[in-house]
């Protein structure tokens, strides 16, 4: 491993000052790397993951834009493929979706291009990941692996960043108007984590047109409206589809439950846990709501907001 891991540096080293770099609203200094904005070490997973991952067939790989509804999509999709195997002891009572369902680059692909995978030994293998579409191709290698991408409205993703962030160094959301403000300014540059947000959702939508097959485009909005009928075009994507038994005794409505943002909430694993990289399991969970950035956007900043999306998704058919 520290032979694998000195060689990928060494890339890494080379690669990153020939890079585009930028500050992003908390003055960490991001690269761009395939049209998208990383820092150091999340760029390091991702280099590592593009090289070294080995896919198969079988992987589901659920994506997204940070704060768009991982959490809510990894969650249906463990309790759509377990949902056979359990009746008590179910991953989810015992684990974070974000356990269950690590994200490549931030998790596995960390310190090096060759990590021990032998935790992923069934199948389908599940992991996560946030990079855009023809980054994670790349990782891909031409494999059919099967992809669920959510989105979400670049308001609420916005500020519901703004909630995580503050949860996570432990600050009082009211002090924080000036945070709010200057990742406004990160988002609108298109200079943030893992930005645009345009071009990876557009990336995710275009792929999707070209394989729908293979990519499953959904919004965080949607599944809100019609979670029913979202969740079984879920199904029926991952090849698990409900049975007309299954539809008759509720087990849609059992997941939509179990997955729900207050049962999860609720969850001991959820109230106490933590992820590998710290972070509190409580603090992946808040409203919920669509349209909740109203209560904290001027008119201004949401015009300036719908003004970019409106001009960067021109001739696409999204829904905003
Ligand atoms: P809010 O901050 O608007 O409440 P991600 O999972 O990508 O980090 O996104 C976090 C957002 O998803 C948060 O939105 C969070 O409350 C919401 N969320 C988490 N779990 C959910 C669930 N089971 N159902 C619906 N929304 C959920």
């Known amino acids: 491993i520290s032979k694998n891991l000195e060689r990928d540096e060494q890339e890494t080293i080379s690669l990153i000052p020939s890079l585009p770099s930028d500050i992003d609203f908390n003055g960490t200094k991001l690269f761009k790397y395939q049209s998208c904005w990383y820092d150091k070490k999340t760029l390091q997973g ?7 991952f080995k896919p198969q067939e079988t992987d589901i790989i659920v994506a997204s834009f940070p704060k768009s509804g991982t959490t809510w999509l990894k969650a249906l999709t463990v309790a759509l493929l377990e949902r056979s195997k359990h009746s008590s002891n179910h ?3 015992s684990d974070n979706p974000h356990g269950l369902v690590p994200v490549l680059e ?5 310190e090096t291009s060759k990590p021990d995978l032998t935790s992923f030994s069934s199948t389908p293998r599940l992991f996560s990941t946030h990079v855009p579409f023809h980054t994670l191709q790349e990782a891909l290698k031409n494999t059919p692996s099967k992809v669920v991408y959510v989105w979400r409205n670049l308001k609420d993703a916005l500020v519901s960043l703004w909630y995580f962030e503050c949860a996570n160094l432990k ?6 108007r000036s945070l709010l403000e200057s990742m406004f300014e990160s988002f609108c540059r298109g200079v943030s984590y893992y930005g645009p947000f ?5 990336s995710y939508w275009r792929g999707s047109l070209e394989d729908s097959k293979n990519v499953l485009f959904l919004r965080y909005e949607e599944l809100k409206v019609d979670p029913r009928g979202q969740v079984k075009k879920l199904a ?5 589809p409900f049975s007309v038994e299954e539809e008759e005794s ?6 939509l439950d179990l997955c729900s943002l207050d049962n999860l909430k609720n ?3 959820n109230k106490i846990g933590k992820t590998a990289r710290g972070v509190e399991h409580k603090n992946f969970f808040r409203k919920g709501e669509v349209g909740d950035s109203k209560n904290y956007l001027t008119p201004e900043m949401e015009r300036r907001i719908d003004m970019i999306i409106d001009e960067r998704f021109r001739g696409a058919d999204l829904k905003f």
């Open 250 to 255: 509720g087990s849609v409505e059992e997941i």
């Open 267 to 269: 969850l001991e694993v």
């Open 198 to 202: 345009w071009e990876h959702v557009l």
């Open 236 to 240: 029926e994507f991952l090849g698990v």
């Open 91 to 93: 991953p989810l009572l």
């Open 106 to 110: 931030l998790r596995i692909y960390t």
């Open 171 to 176: 600050i009082k959301i009211d002090e924080e």
């Open 46 to 52: 991702v280099l590592n993951f593009q090289k070294g």
